[in-house]
């Protein structure tokens, strides 16, 4: 049976076409979909995708058991913020402002008012939607005095003064939530402040900053009621609630859930503590995460509708370095599994996480090689509510149902944390830039001795080298002058999909564009 076939029986149940193509869509499903993105949870860290394995995810193993487990996809990022707006907005994230780094917890939001998300697209046709976790995509606090040293608000060591009596503005509940319920940076970047329905819940008096190095975070302001060792389980119990209390709902409901976990501060919760037989408190945290997905999962047993609900699982990027691939080694175990690179990397395992849909007794079990972006969900979810998207919405987003009459991802593009490109299409790919790109070795802080005698650019067929070791550069120019115009081109567009051209969004300088430019083959 080819794989189009088999395909085609994945999601056959999420949605109905009518057999008159012209005609409207006789029946529409609409489940509950709840999307839980765990925070630098490396690919090798979760069991079923990783043969070699130390630590075990029962719970997501099981996930992936009852649906589709994706082995070819891929965050738009190999870093935080960047990846979270893709997921909500279908749309390359280095189209923004932001074309490098992350946001701070003091900076503006990244998503344009106008700018439809996911959680808008639900909200209108017909969901209750609720955001509770990590944003980590920034929004307006009512800053009341620039920061003493006259850093820019996107600076990580900025302390700006905050009136945290007022409310927030730009937040989640601008961007189609209906009901949200977290922080705003990352748990290691102040201030750290549940923030509710646009209102802080608590104005932060004391100072606090993490004591271990992988328990740390960042001196600043700290609300009393803000525990960030009670930071994961406060997030899965208010979601829990937000499940029990619309189960029996007339609408359907949309929980996008974004842990802190098993990012920094790593902090697994003294129940935990030792469980992973690793030594290592990441590998306890990641085991942490796994019980997360446990309890959401409970919750929709006991309340009689998991038949009901589509769950997505995914990772942000790759597992960071600070959870000490060193030590790992030693009682081999690695989070990247096969790939090269970590979190902030061009390579692989900078940006290729686990990804699962399940829709219990819905979905047809099956492990998928489709290649897939995280951008690709909002268009997926259009898909299934039989929603046609305006040229200006989710420009870089494809369906991955099977039965769409909408075009399949052929190609996607890559990103690091210094804003340099790769782009894949069929088994090859073009890291377009010199090293990692990122944190790993070599990179920009390597001697300059070595790094000045590195190609400028990589070219590895990623079917045959998944672990990026043979750079064919040399022998294929083709291929990358070929790569560089599609990749020029999908910049220029706006978009990767069919469709009008659009504007990206007005920035300074693109000095990692203007290289691309600049670098002949």
């Not at 996107?154 to 922080?183: Q, W």
């Not at 997926?380 to 075009?407: C, I, K, Q, R, Y």
Request: charged residues 20%; aromatic residues 10%; hydrophobic residues 30%.
């Amino acid at each position: 049976m080819s794989i189009k076939t088999i395909l085609k029986v994945v999601l056959v149940s999420v949605v109905f076409f009518s057999c008159n193509k012209k005609e409207e869509k006789k029946s529409i499903t609409k489940p509950n979909i709840i999307y839980i993105l765990a925070d630098d949870l490396g690919i090798g860290d979760v069991s079923i995708y990783n043969q070699n394995s130390k630590i075990q995810t029962p719970n997501i193993d099981q996930l992936a058991s009852n649906g589709v487990m994706y082995t070819d996809a891929h965050t738009s990022s190999a870093v935080c913020t960047p990846t979270r707006y893709s997921i909500l907005t279908g749309r390359y994230n280095w189209r923004t402002s932001l074309k490098q780094g992350v946001v701070s917890g003091y900076s503006k939001s990244l998503i344009q008012p106008e700018r439809s998300t996911v959680a808008d697209l639900l909200k209108t046709n017909g969901y209750q939607t609720a955001f509770i976790g990590k944003w980590h995509l920034g929004w307006d606090w009512n800053i009341t005095m620039p920061d003493s040293l006259g850093l820019d608000i996107d600076n990580l060591k900025a302390r700006p003064e905050v009136d945290f009596t007022t409310p927030i503005k730009n937040g989640p509940n601008t961007h189609g939530f209906d009901y949200s319920y977290g922080f705003c940076g990352s748990l290691d970047m102040p201030p750290y402040v549940w923030v509710e329905n646009d209102t802080p819940t608590s104005v932060p008096t004391k100072y606090t900053k993490g004591k271990t190095k992988q328990g740390t975070w960042r001196y600043g302001l700290t609300a009393d009621n803000f525990e960030h060792e009670q930071a994961l389980p406060e997030i899965t119990k208010r979601t829990v609630n937000y499940i029990n209390e619309k189960a029996n709902a007339d609408k359907p409901f949309f929980v996008y859930m974004p842990l802190p976990a098993p990012h920094t501060p790593i902090l697994p919760t003294t129940e935990f503590q030792g469980k992973s037989n690793l030594d290592n408190p990441y590998a306890d945290f990641v085991i942490m995460v796994d019980w997360v997905v446990g309890e959401v999962t409970k919750a929709l047993e006991t309340k009689g509708i998991s038949e009901n609900t589509l769950i997505v699982f995914t990772s942000d990027n790759g597992c960071s370095p600070t959870a000490n691939f060193k030590q790992l080694k030693t009682k081999d175990h690695n989070p990247s599994y096969e790939y090269r690179g970590t979190k902030s990397d061009i390579f692989e395992g900078g940006h290729r996480v686990p990804y699962i849909m399940s829709w219990k007794n819905k979905i047809t079990p099956l492990k998928s090689n489709l290649l897939l972006c995280s951008t690709d969900f909002y268009a997926t979810v259009a898909d299934m509510l039989g929603v046609d998207l305006a040229d200006n919405v989710a420009e870089d987003s494809f369906s991955h149902l099977p039965n769409s009459e909408n075009p399949k991802r052929e190609s996607i593009i890559h990103h690091s944390v210094r804003g340099e490109f790769a782009y894949r299409k069929g088994d090859w790919k073009v890291n377009f830039c010199k090293g990692s790109g990122g944190w790993s070795y070599p990179n920009t802080n390597t001697k300059k001795a070595i790094y000045d005698t590195l190609p400028a650019f990589q070219l590895y067929n990623i079917k045959e080298d998944v672990a990026e070791t043979h750079n064919l550069q040399a022998e294929h120019p083709e291929i990358i002058s070929e790569f560089k115009a599609d990749l020029l081109k999908i910049i220029n567009d706006g978009r990767s999909t069919v469709g009008e051209k659009q504007p990206n969004d007005k920035a300074g300088s693109w000095p990692q564009l203007e290289n691309l430019n600049d670098n002949k083959i």
